[in-house]
């Protein structure tokens, strides 16, 4: 390799660990970005009344402050107060299991026990799995100034964005060759469309599946029917994933009363997930770009290992951005056009 090979090398090595060094600002302003997308379409419906841009930007982000403080104001204390609870009930909650698994390996003949294995680990895993949930959430809350001036930098971005989009669109589409700027203005449209439909329909079936399992939860006589509607309802942002894991800790309060509302529960979250495929899903995610279930399911564990929580959520837009991005560029703009 010649002088300026290698030097080019060493500055894409060093570009890389720069970026890798700032992923989470990265996420951050992407995030920016998604929200400012979607509230670019409020701000271009309030303008179709010959209302001043600055004037439908603050009437947007006016909006958007209104929600999150009723949010909190009503919301908020009640979510803490059932955390705490559950942090009480926990404990007592596990033991409950151990006893009832310390049973059933006196119960279960010794042949049959050989059989299955790992069943004298059942109560130490699951002990193991709450404990580090718990270790997790207790990390957060000690790191909360930093979630602070992370909050801070989203909100900040997207308001700047949001005041002025056409430059930022327009200051990228520079960084093209002249003849392929047209193409990567209408590539951004697609993803701008794609992202905001995904986005509005994901937030409505969050809420509904909230409110059905808050009301599910209530008519079962379950523990903190509050904190688990909402946990429901935030996981639904991760398809496939985020509805098994939300109905795990209503299903263990509720085997701490009794079994049989144990199994109700995984009813009602099983019921509740199919009227969500067969009914919600068809309805609200016709903009929606079509994912396929083990691709979101690798992207959900790819971006958590490499972000964090932070990938978690933002695991399924930024497939749907690279999803058009290789159909539009890898695809149509290269692939279709190679000749041997």
């Known amino acids: 390799m010649r002088f300026g090979q290698w030097l ?34 409020q701000v271009r419906f309030l303008q179709r009344f010959r209302m001043r841009r600055s004037l439908a930007v603050s009437i947007s982000i006016g909006l958007l402050l ?13 979510i803490i107060e059932q955390l705490q609870q559950f942090s009480n009930l926990m404990p007592i909650v596990l033991e409950r299991i151990h006893s009832w ?47 602070v001036l992370g909050l801070l930098l989203f909100f900040v971005l997207t308001i700047m964005l949001l005041v002025n989009p056409g430059e930022y669109r327009q200051g990228f589409i520079m960084l093209f060759p002249a003849f392929y700027r047209p193409r990567v ?11 905001v439909g995904w986005i509005r329909g994901t937030l409505l079936t969050m809420l509904i599946i ?15 029917p509050l904190i688990n509607a909402l946990l429901a309802g935030l996981l639904e942002f991760i398809p496939n994933v985020g509805p098994t894991l939300s109905v795990i800790p209503p299903a263990l309060l509720a085997l701490n009363e009794s079994p049989w509302k144990a199994v109700a529960v995984i009813i009602l979250y099983f019921g509740i ?21 083990a691709i979101t399911i690798l992207a959900v564990v790819i971006f958590g290992s490499f972000f964090g929580f932070l990938g978690v959520f933002l695991a399924v837009p930024l497939v749907i951005i690279f999803q058009i991005l290789i159909k ?13």
């Open 8 to 41: 080019g090398l060493l500055a894409l090595v060093i570009s890389l660990y720069i970026l890798w060094q700032i992923r989470q600002i990265i996420l951050i302003a992407f995030a920016s970005v998604a929200l400012a997308t979607v509230l670019n379409q």
């Open 101 to 147: 698994n310390n049973w059933l390996i006196r119960v279960i003949p010794d042949n049959i026990l050989e059989n299955i294995r790992g069943l004298q680990y059942l109560t130490q895993s699951i002990q193991t799995w709450a404990n580090q949930i718990l270790r997790n959430f207790f990390i957060l809350l000690n790191s909360s100034f930093t979630i």
């Open 66 to 78: 209104v929600i999150i403080v009723i949010f909190s104001l009503l919301i908020v204390p009640a």
């Open 185 to 195: 203005d209408d590539i951004l449209s697609k993803c701008a469309n794609s992202l």
């Open 273 to 293: 997930q199919q009227v969500e495929s067969l009914i919600l899903l068809p309805l609200v995610m016709k903009s929606q770009v079509s994912l396929l279930p």
């Open 328 to 340: 539009e560029v890898l695809v149509k703009d290269i692939l279709n056009h190679w000749h041997s």
């Open 210 to 224: 909230a409110m059905m399992s808050y009301i599910g939860l209530l008519i079962l006589g379950i523990p903190l």
